[in-house]
């Protein structure tokens, strides 16, 4: 492909050196320079141009630099399927473990100069899950008020990666990832005797928020667990992940239950009943309630009881609308809203 009257590597045309230094420093990619079947004489020819040893007078310090883009290209290139990933859209650099969840693994990659997380399920017959997720996400990014989206992650790409060795496809889900996100449970873990209701309350509304933003746009959650509420202490942030367990608006009931929180679940989720935004509040309102332990006041225990009622019908329906009630109750009980520092214990990035 040529870059809009650039050179191209692949040219007829005998290339210089200054258009080899400038298509390499272009190149975001491996396929920017590489990718039509004659990959390897492409790069010889490229290499061999811009080999220190071969630069123009004056010019070896550029060399050096460019070729070692280049031998770095080169190998992402030479790596597909091992180290690098490469789909039609992007080329993914994979780096460590980030996380080993309920059924997948989730692995630190990057593309393109931004950091993003690769989500691969242990097993194929979790396809579906991961294939659901795509969908919920993509749900909230088309119907979804934009000014909410950063309260779920951005799905870069869903693809089927194919086991080079053993044949195996799984459904993969790349979501971009933003550092600094602390799940609930390491909240709870700082707090072990309870989170101050005051320091809870900004949790809480923004997940509320959350909520009612997702099921405007249909889509309930279905696993609003700890693991999955990310918060960002300094910005108040709430980000709600692993859509896997989510249900579109078509009365579905929640596909599996996350088995270490079966207690957790309203009823409806243990019959197959359908999933309604009721079904989040619950769920949500176990987390704050779980947070908050002892420390949580007679009006507030009340609320929350409200909230996890075991008929779905007698519980509240609408976030947004319980988002009003919550913020009368806290103002009631504590006065008009203040910013408060949250602190935990550093984590890494
Ligand atoms: N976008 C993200 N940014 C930061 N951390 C994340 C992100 N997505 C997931 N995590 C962390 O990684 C953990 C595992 O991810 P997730 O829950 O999506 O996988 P999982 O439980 O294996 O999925 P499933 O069981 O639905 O297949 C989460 O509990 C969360 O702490
Ligand atoms: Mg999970």
Redesign the pocket.
């Known amino acids: 492909m040529s870059h809009n009257g650039r050179p191209s590597p692949r040219g007829g045309h005998t290339m210089t050196f200054d258009e080899a230094v400038t298509l390499v420093r272009a190149a975001r990619t491996p396929g920017d320079l590489f990718g039509d079947g004659q990959d390897a004489v492409t790069y010889r020819r490229m290499a061999r141009l811009l080999h220190p040893d071969a630069a123009p007078a004056g010019r070896t310090a550029t060399a050096t630099a460019v070729f070692a883009l280049l031998a770095d290209l080169w190998a992402r290139h030479q790596g597909r399927g091992g180290p690098g990933l490469r789909t039609r859209r992007h080329q993914y650099m994979i780096g460590e473990r980030?996380?080993t969840?309920?059924?997948?693994n989730?692995y630190r990659v990057r593309y393109d100069n931004r950091d993003a997380?690769l989500?691969l399920?242990r097993q194929p017959a979790?396809n579906d899950?991961?294939e659901r997720?795509a969908v919920a996400l993509d749900t909230l990014r088309r119907l979804g008020d934009p000014q909410h989206r950063a309260y779920a992650?951005e799905l870069v790409e869903s693809f089927r990666h194919e086991d080079p060795d053993t044949g195996v496809r799984r459904t993969a889900n790349v979501?971009?990832?933003?550092p600094g996100?602390v799940?609930l449970t390491e909240v709870r873990r700082a707090y072990p005797g309870g989170l101050d209701p005051r320091d809870a309350a900004w949790i809480w509304r923004r997940l509320l928020v959350a909520l009612g933003w997702a099921h405007r746009a249909g889509v309930v959650h279905g696993a609003v667990l700890p693991?999955?509420v990310?918060i960002e202490p300094e910005q108040h942030g709430v980000?709600l992940?692993?859509w896997?367990?989510s249900v579109g608006g078509d009365g579905g009931s929640v596909p599996a239950l996350v088995a270490r929180y079966r207690d957790w679940y309203p009823p409806e989720v243990g019959r197959r009943g359908p999933a309604t935004p009721a079904t989040d509040i619950h769920l949500a309102s176990r987390c704050v309630d779980w947070l908050i332990g002892s420390r949580a006041d007679a009006a507030l225990t009340r609320f929350i009881r409200g909230c996890t009622l075991a008929n779905p019908r007698r519980r509240p329906q609408d976030a947004w609308r319980l988002l009003g009630e919550l913020d009368e109750l806290l103002e009631r009980r504590y006065g008009p809203r203040r910013f408060r520092r949250l602190l935990l214990p550093p984590t890494p990035a």
């Open positions: 980030f996380a969840g309920d059924l997948a989730l997380l989500k399920p979790q899950l991961l997720e992650p979501l971009a990832h933003s996100l799940p693991e999955h990310l980000v992940v692993d896997c367990y």
